[in-house]
């Protein structure tokens, strides 16, 4: 009887490590409540297997200098889309992908841009759009690429 319990405790062990490695954002991770200057109040692991073209601009980005922390600014996504893209030519068949995102505080003049594959891009917005839409504006995300 006792084998039996630690098989199955085994295989829903290995069930939610399949859940965490193919669906990360069931799995919120939550950072410090403080709201300071160097802390998130949450973080969000973003799913490379999922949106590789765009995990690896993020993570390229953040090792360039640019935030990993965003304040969210639904508000001035237009204007910051608008000044990040400035002078950034377009290329057929590929979208330019802005990070620190648009909707971000720390977004907009400045932003790393890279041109990269519609479908990631749009996929990855909108997961990220998903994950961010129970928080109000000027809440901060920790964003971690797994």
Same mark, same amino acid.
């Given at each position: ?26 799995? @919120? ?7 300071? &200057? ?19 601009? $993020? ?5 360039? #200098?640019?935030?990993? $922390?965003?304040? $969210? &600014? ?14 950034? @030519? ?21 932003? &790393? ?6 479908? &990631?891009?749009? #996929? ?16 901060? $995300? ?5």
């Amino acid at each position: 009887m006792k084998n039996k319990s630690m098989l199955v405790s085994l295989v829903i062990l290995s069930l939610i490590a399949l859940l965490y490695f193919f669906k990360p954002e069931l799995f @919120p991770i939550p950072a410090s409540t403080q709201n300071d &200057d160097t802390e998130a109040v949450y973080t969000i692991v973003f799913p490379s297997v999922r949106y590789p073209e765009t995990a690896a601009h $993020i993570r390229e980005a953040i090792e360039q #200098g640019e935030p990993s $922390i965003c304040t $969210i &600014d639904r508000k001035g996504a237009e204007e910051n889309r608008k000044e990040s893209l400035k002078g950034i @030519p377009t290329k057929p068949n590929l979208d330019r992908d802005e990070f620190p995102m648009a909707m971000c505080v720390e977004g907009g003049k400045g932003a &790393d841009i890279k041109h990269i594959n519609p479908s &990631d891009n749009r #996929g990855a917005g909108s997961w990220v759009s998903n994950q961010l839409e129970k928080y109000p504006d000027g809440t901060r $995300i920790k964003i971690v690429v797994n």
